[in-house]
């Protein structure tokens, strides 16, 4: 795997803007084609930050609705071409829309943020199509639900944002699309499609599948068991009720390295299964005890994951439940130098205030602490 470039958001702010608005990296207007989920949060953020957005779906009602919760306006037939179109199409037509995309707005650079990086690409690259224009790309970023509904302008804050160029892509394309994700707080890593794909079908496709087959076991279960459901259920299954039809797409494009994985897991299963059978049995418990501790080294490595990070400090502030806040605090870290590696939202019911929780490494945890203190934030 190549050295991977990450860069973390720091946020700058415009005086001109007015009170709270942030000012844009993005230059030119963005045109987004699939209004759903990820296309109108992409909209609502840019909107938030004064970016001229327009949408475009092939549900009416769909684009109406993103149009009207704020993501942004629908084009018009004498709008000029935007500078950056978004793709924010199911998988299995990302292809056929950048194509279009390519051809309707020459002069625009054109990203998507289809769950695999792959199949698009090579496709693509099969029917003849000049590339030079396009960078494809995918925020780490979702909820189990889509549709503009469930759009949120927050969405993509402190999450990995991974974009895939080649050496022909040249610079201003990059940074147009690097600026949109950028703008939207989003963590810029860069990786190689087949890196990219074999990199989601570890951490988003396996988990997508498990997930999925472990609830499907409460099915037929008696609705006596079902009622004691606790933590550990709802903390294995919360993406178990993400939408079929969207993953037989992800996963069918990213066929191979997912089918290896569940191979390994499969095995994984059976021997954990074969030494519980008989527990008796000499070296079954320590097998049994090896391989549950496996995953307590594999939870500690998941950045952020709650309290199970070793290689991070977390430092908590209170922020107020006010727009513009939480960008207030990421603009301020930026200023003071401190590289939030992660960040975790937690809102107290009824209560006017927030406490994010700011992953950093643990030697400026200290002077993170005292310097936002020096600045009027309360932590805890
Ligand atoms: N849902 C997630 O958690 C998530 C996260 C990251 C990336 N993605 C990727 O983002 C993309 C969109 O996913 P989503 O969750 O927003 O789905 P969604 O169903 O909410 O939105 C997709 C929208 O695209 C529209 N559409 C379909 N074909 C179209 C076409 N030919 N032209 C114009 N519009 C068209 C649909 O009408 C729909 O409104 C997918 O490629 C998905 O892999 C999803
Ligand atoms: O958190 C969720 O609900 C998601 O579905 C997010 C998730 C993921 O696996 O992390 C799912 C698929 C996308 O391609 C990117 C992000």
Known sequence: MSDLKVTIPGVARSDEGGAGVLAARTRGSVHVIG????GASVGLGLRARGVEVTLEDLSPTTVALAADYGAGRLRGADDPEPALVVVATPPDVTADVIERALAAYPSAVVTDVASVK?????????????????????PMAGRERGGAFMARADLFTARPWIICR????????LAL???????????????TPEEHDRSVGLVSHLPQVVSSLLA????????????????????TT????????????????NREPVVELLDAFAADLGAFAEALRDPARPGAKRRIADLLAAGNRGVSRIPGKHGSSERFATI?????D??????RLLTELGELGINMEDLRLEHSPGAQIGFAEIAVLPEVAERAVADLVERGWRTL
Do not use: C, K, N
């Open 177 to 191: 699309v690097e600026a949109v994700a950028l703008d939207l707080g989003g963590v810029l890593l860069e990786m």
């Open 322 to 327: 006010r727009p513009g806040e939480l960008a």
């Open 216 to 235: 499907a076991r409460l099915v037929p279960a008696a609705e006596q068991a079902i009622e004691l459901a606790g933590g550990g259920l709802r903390d």
């Open 35 to 38: 209004s759903g989920l990820l």
């Open 316 to 320: 908590t502030v209170f922020v107020d």
């Open 238 to 253: 919360r993406i178990a009720a993400s939408d079929p039809e969207l993953w037989v797409q992800i996963l069918g494009a």
């Open 166 to 173: 080649d050496e022909a892509t040249p610079a201003e394309a």
């Open 118 to 138: 792959l199949a698009p690409y090579l496709e693509l690259r099969r029917r003849g199509v000049d590339l030079t224009h396009y960078v494809g790309s995918h």
